[in-house]
């Protein structure tokens, strides 16, 4: 099994900054990484798919980055709205596994 | 639009069962693969099982031999069937379309006596 350690585990950033999250996998994934945005009592929202593709809808602030094994989301200048909890997902190979989640307070 | 909608989900008795299902529509439901994630309370995501085409299934290791993913296409419903519940599937369970951009809004499942 994939696992995917992420980090920090959570961290604590006014309006304005930017906010680096880091998704390490235990073995090689290509690019077939996936970052969630979750606001409490919602649904994961795909924010990243293939290390580095914005979803559609998704806005510019939120890039990813990274192939291998090293994975970076970068939200470059927070908005009060994106204090939620961070998740990537491998869909590289079965099974399917999340990292643990960075919370990001604003 | 697509929309997945959960049901199924309840309390149970440690060592019970229950079925849960997916509703989908807005879309050729027999067209993507699907899966089934879960979240306990407090934690973090954890995926549970995926149907790969028509028939291939795959399943986490904490669920192996509990639970049975199937689907019904001419109804565009997903299933999960889940035996031998234990305190720790106790969880919110999503389903979710394998874009990874759809997502029902999940079914709490409680194991307890």
């Known amino acids: 099994e994939i696992v995917l350690t992420q980090s920090p585990a959570s961290l604590s950033l006014s309006p304005g900054e930017r906010a680096t999250l880091s998704c390490r996998a235990s073995?090689?994934?290509?690019?077939?990484l996936l970052w969630y945005q979750q606001r409490p009592g919602q649904a994961p929202r795909l924010l990243v798919d293939d290390a580095c593709n914005r979803a559609t809808g998704i806005p510019a602030r939120f890039s990813g980055s990274g192939s291998g094994t090293d994975f970076t989301l970068t939200i470059s200048s927070l908005e009060p709205e994106d204090s939620a909890v961070y998740y990537c997902?491998?869909?590289?190979?079965?099974?399917?596994?999340f990292g643990g989640g960075t919370k990001v307070e604003i | 639009e697509v929309q997945l909608l959960e049901s199924g989900g309840g309390l149970v008795q440690p060592g019970g069962s229950l079925r849960l299902s997916c509703v989908a529509s807005g879309l050729s439901f027999s067209d993507y693969d699907m899966s089934w994630v879960r979240q306990a309370p407090g934690k973090g995501l954890e995926w549970v099982s995926a149907i790969h085409g028509e028939s291939a299934t795959y399943y986490a290791d904490s669920v192996r031999g509990r639970f049975t993913i199937s689907r019904v296409n001419s109804k565009n419903t997903l299933f999960l069937q889940m035996n031998s519940l234990r305190a720790e599937d106790t969880a919110i369970y999503y389903c979710?379309?394998?874009?990874?951009?759809?997502w029902g809004q999940g079914t709490r499942v409680t194991v307890s006596s």
């Open positions: 997902q491998q869909r590289s190979r079965w099974p399917l596994t």
């Open positions: 979710a379309k394998h874009n990874w951009v759809d």
């Open positions: 073995q090689s994934l290509n690019t077939f």
